[in-house]
């Protein structure tokens, strides 16, 4: 039985609202996780590690040793040809970038509007979102901004040091959409499914062919 599911996309694709999805398979450990505004925040085996920047030391950081009966579901940016130099023999479930002008155009404007213009629900949620996306120390002052209403698009502009403004969000938002180290573009294969971003909405066909592999 595989160790890990790692649900592979890029970001604002919806990959952690599938990855929960997937974990409520019985052979899964089902995933904790939080609803901020419209975006599905979860809490994985690696706390999040493949969802921060990418870190080239990140082999020494996760813990390979998972001992449980159940399948972990993990989300992650990471492709999986990255993710199998550690990892050659789990499953992997993949969004693939939109292959259209149509979907792309889709991709971002749901990333604006689900992630950088939602807010999570309390400091502790705004911390882990600070660390996912920056190694930044949080001083006195952050966090004291931290601690106001803030939207993740405004919390990006205290990790760039930008006076928060409608002008400098959409500035640093398109300056990390377009800024993709690795369109994932992937086929089925051994112990690989995948889905067009395009084909999301009929998602019950990728859960079904998940619970028919694993």
């Known amino acids: 039985m595989f160790r890990f599911i790692f649900v592979c996309y890029n970001h604002g694709a919806g990959g952690e609202k599938l990855s929960v999805q997937i ?3 019985a052979k899964c450990n089902t995933l904790k996780y939080d609803v901020m505004d419209k975006r599905t925040w979860s809490y994985d085996y690696f706390n999040k590690l493949f969802l921060k920047p990418y870190d080239k030391n990140w ?4 813990d390979t040793t998972a001992k449980s009966e159940l399948i972990h579901v993990v989300p992650s940016h990471y492709s ?14 993949v969004i ?9 155009c889709t ?7 689900k992630v950088w213009c ?14 996912v996306n920056t190694n930044r120390e949080i001083t006195r002052d952050i966090m ?16 760039n040091d930008m006076s928060i403004s409608e002008n400098n969000i959409r500035t640093l938002f398109n300056q990390n959409f377009y800024d993709v180290p690795e369109k994932l573009n992937y086929t089925d294969a051994e112990n690989i499914i995948t889905i067009e971003y395009e084909a999301l909405q009929t998602r019950h066909e990728l859960l079904e062919k998940v619970n028919e592999r694993i």
Request: aromatic residues 10%; proline residues 4%.
């Open 144 to 159: 004291k901004q931290l601690n106001q209403e803030l939207t993740n698009g405004e919390i990006q502009c205290l990790i």
């Open 96 to 104: 693939n970038y939109p292959k259209t002008a149509g979907g792309v």
């Open 118 to 131: 939602t807010k999570h629900n309390n400091l502790h949620q705004k911390l882990g979102y600070w660390r």
């Open 59 to 62: 082999k020494d950081k996760c």
């Open 23 to 25: 974990s409520k398979n």
């Open 107 to 113: 991709l971002k404007g749901s990333t604006y509007e």
């Open 80 to 93: 999986p040809s990255t993710l199998r130099e550690v990892f050659p023999d789990e499953f992997y479930v």
